[in-house]
């Protein structure tokens, strides 16, 4: 009977040390699983938070600056076509971002290489010229045409000697003539019009042709 008191005796502490181990275990576990969710909580505030903004301000930065220089190094090439396209698109519209944004985001195809960036200038830029040319001659507009935007918001045309004054898009629900020393004022018009259908078709909506 002592005998038996003792080995139950002994057994029941084996059973208390056991499950003061096992409690223990659950402790540990439960301090490493909160470590986990601190450590996984601090890893999202350091990139997500901190470090990814921080990448992209800076990459932001740094394509401002590369544009900067873009277009300063090219301003002569865009300063011909620069009032004839905000007339067309707008106030807000800036040929010269258009073109450093489609050379920035240029594609390579697969085996091939990207091109010389003053090539792919004089090509975008030839390519608004050609545009602007094709215009004029299905309109049969003889000699250069000029197109000045005013601070006012007014957009004049002048070809060949004649000159019109209508309202840039964006600045009225529609263009209208207000001046007109022509024969035909809407031939003048009807060049706006196809300027605007044409220039759609390059500097922002399809590219330069790449």
């Known amino acids: ?38 450590s996984t909580s601090l890893e999202h505030t350091l990139y997500d938070e901190i470090l990814n903004p921080a ?9 401002e600056m590369r544009f900067n220089d873009f277009a300063e190094k090219y301003k002569d090439s865009f300063a011909p076509y620069a009032d004839a396209t905000k007339a067309i698109e707008g106030d807000d519209f800036d040929l010269a971002r258009t073109a450093f944004d489609e050379y920035d ?4 195809p697969e085996g091939g290489t990207k091109p010389d960036e003053a090539e792919f200038v004089k090509a975008f830029a030839e390519s608004i010229a050609g545009q602007l040319d094709a215009v004029k001659q299905k309109l049969g507009i003889t000699g250069d045409v000029k197109i000045e935007q005013k601070a006012d918001g007014k957009t004049t045309v002048e070809a060949a000697g004649t000159k019109a004054t209508a309202e840039t898009p964006g600045t009225a629900e529609a263009a209208e003539i207000q001046e007109g020393t022509i024969d035909s004022p809407e031939d003048i018009a009807a060049y706006e019009k196809q300027l605007e259908e044409d220039l759609k078709k390059s500097p922002k909506h399809a590219g330069a042709g790449y």
């Open 105 to 108: 985001n240029y594609e390579v």
């Open 55 to 63: 990448k992209e301000a800076m990459d932001a930065n740094d394509k």
């Open 1 to 38: 009977m002592e005998q038996s008191d003792e080995l139950f005796n002994i057994l029941s502490s084996f059973k208390d040390a056991i499950d003061a181990v096992l409690e223990r275990i659950e402790s540990l576990e439960k301090e490493v699983h909160d470590a986990q969710e601190k």
